[in-house]
C-alpha cells in the first residue's frame, strides 16, 4: 500500500467514524408517537370507534363506504384488493398516513408493543428485545429498505408468538393475537407505515391530508 492510499484509508475511516453517530442519531428508528400523530387523527379515530360497538375494521369501513358512496360490501371488497406484499403508502414522503398509522398503533399494539416501540409495553411480562424497534440492527434495516414491511403486515395479520423467560428464569410462551378481522388492511398497511418512519423523515409541523385516501386501486 502507498503513502498515499494510507492516508486515503485513513482519512475515510475517520470520516466514518465521524458521520455514523449523526447517521444513527437521525435514524433511530419509529417516530416518537407524540411527534407522529396529529392530534385531529386521533380525535377522529375515537369518535369512529365510539359510534358503534364494531370493530375497529367494521367502523373503519362503515366510514369508507359513506365517504366513497358506496356499499360496505364494496369498502370491504376494495379493502381485500390491496396488496399483502407491498404498502400502499410512503412513510417517507407521507405525514398523514404516519400519523393515521401512529394512532392505530397506540390504541391497538402500544400496551405490548411499549410507547416508543421497544417492546416494553406494561402487559407484557417480560420486556421483549426482539420488538425493539431501535436496535441498531433493525434501525439500518428501516433506514435503508424500509424494514421488512411485507413480513410486518403479515405477522400483524395472522398473529405470532416468542418464547422468553420470565423474571425468574422460567421458560414462557408470549402471544401476540391475530388482527385478521380486527383491522382491515389498509389499517395494518397504515400501522406498518408507523413502524417504518423515522424522525427525520417527517416536518415536525405538519397537518393531516384532507383527502385520507390510498391510491387509487
Known amino acids: 500500500m502507498t503513502k498515499t492510499s494510507f492516508l486515503r484509508t485513513r482519512f475515510m475511516?475517520?470520516?466514518?467514524?465521524?458521520?455514523?453517530?449523526?447517521?444513527?442519531?437521525?435514524?433511530?428508528?419509529?417516530?416518537?408517537?407524540?411527534?407522529?400523530?396529529?392530534?385531529?387523527?386521533?380525535?377522529?379515530?375515537?369518535?369512529?370507534?365510539?359510534?358503534?360497538?364494531?370493530?375497529?375494521?367494521?367502523?373503519?369501513?362503515?366510514?369508507?363506504?359513506?365517504?366513497?358512496?358506496?356499499?360496505?360490501?364494496?369498502?370491504?371488497q376494495r379493502d381485500n384488493a390491496l396488496s399483502n406484499n407491498?404498502?400502499?403508502?410512503?412513510?417517507?414522503?407521507?405525514?398523514?398516513?404516519?400519523?393515521?398509522?401512529?394512532?392505530?398503533?397506540?390504541?391497538?399494539?402500544?400496551?405490548?408493543?411499549?410507547?416508543?416501540?421497544?417492546?416494553?409495553?406494561?402487559t407484557l411480562p417480560v420486556p421483549l428485545k426482539s420488538l425493539n424497534f431501535h436496535r441498531t440492527g433493525l434501525r439500518f434495516d428501516i433506514t435503508m429498505r424500509g424494514g421488512a414491511a411485507s413480513k410486518w403486515f403479515k405477522t400483524i395479520r395472522a398473529g405470532t408468538e416468542v418464547q422468553a423467560k420470565d423474571a425468574e428464569g422460567n421458560p414462557i410462551t408470549i402471544k401476540m393475537p391475530n388482527y385478521l378481522d380486527r383491522l382491515s388492511k389498509e389499517q395494518v398497511w397504515l400501522v406498518v407505515t408507523y413502524l417504518q418512519s423515522l424522525?427525520?423523515?417527517?416536518?415536525?409541523?405538519?397537518?393531516?391530508?384532507s383527502a385520507h385516501d390510498i391510491p387509487t386501486l
Open 86 to 122: 407491498k404498502n400502499p403508502f410512503k412513510a417517507r414522503h407521507d405525514p398523514s398516513a404516519v400519523s393515521r398509522g401512529a394512532v392505530i398503533y397506540k390504541h391497538e399494539c402500544m400496551t405490548c408493543h411499549g410507547e416508543k416501540v421497544d417492546g416494553r409495553g406494561p
Open 199 to 209: 424522525d427525520a423523515d417527517i416536518p415536525k409541523n405538519h397537518t393531516p391530508d
Open 13 to 76: 475511516l475517520a470520516m466514518v467514524s465521524l458521520l455514523l453517530p449523526a447517521f444513527m442519531a437521525t435514524c433511530s428508528g419509529p417516530q416518537p408517537l407524540a411527534r407522529a400523530i396529529v392530534p385531529q387523527d386521533e380525535q377522529d379515530y375515537i369518535e369512529m370507534m365510539s359510534t358503534a360497538d364494531q370493530t375497529p375494521a367494521q367502523a373503519f369501513l362503515a366510514r369508507r363506504a359513506v365517504k366513497l358512496g358506496v356499499s360496505v360490501e364494496e369498502a370491504r
